[in-house]
C-alpha cells in the first residue's frame, strides 16, 4: 500500500476514534494535563494555541487561563497553500472572522513569533509522530521556527487518537510532547509525567 493511502486511511480511523472520544466531554481532564505541561517550558513567553474545528479537543480553557496570567497567546493564520502559518495575538473576546478551512482567526491581526507550539493533530503514535490534515502547514511552520531557535511543540489530542505505526515522511516534524485528557508524556520517550 502507497504512503498516500495508508495515511488516508489512518485518517480515516483516526477521525472516527475522535468523534467518539470528544462525544465523551473529555476536554476539562485534557486542559488539566495541557496546564501542566506547559509549566515545563516556562521560557515561553508567546504560546501558540489553536481554535479548535470539528471534533477536536479545545484548549481554549487553556489559553483563556494564559491570557489571564500574562503570557502572550498567538493563533494560526494559514496565509496560502504551501505556505508556513503565521502567528496571530490572540486574546478571549477579541473579534473572530472565519479563516481558512473554518477556523476562526483575528480581525485585525497582529504577528508574533511563538516561542511554544499546541498542536491540533488527527493522529499520533508513542514515539511523538504526529499526523495532520495533509496540508504540511505545520511542519513546514516548526521547520522554519526551529531553523533559528528550539521550538517546542505539544501535540493536544485525546488518548483514542493514538494510532501504532503512523506512516511517517523526513519532513515531518516531530512532537516534543504529546497531551491527552489521561497522559503528559516527553519526547525522546522518558516516560509519562503524570496523568489527570
Known sequence: MDLMRRKSEMRKAAFAARKLAHAADLDRAA???LQNAIDYFPGSRVVAGYMPIQTE???LPTMNNLY???TTVVVPVIVGEGQALRWAEWAPHEDMVEGAFK???PARPNYLTPDLIIAPLVAFDGQGGRLGYGGGFYDRSLELLRATKPTPAIGFA???QELADL???TTDQPLDMIVTE???TRFPL???LGSG
Do not use: Q
Open 68 to 70: 489571564s496570567t500574562g
Open 158 to 160: 485525546y488518548s483514542a
Open 103 to 105: 477556523a476562526l482567526i
Open 190 to 192: 522518558d516516560g509519562s
Open 167 to 169: 506512516p511517517l515522511e
Open 182 to 184: 489521561t497522559n503528559v
Open 31 to 33: 486542559n488539566r494535563n
Open 57 to 59: 479537543v479545545s484548549p
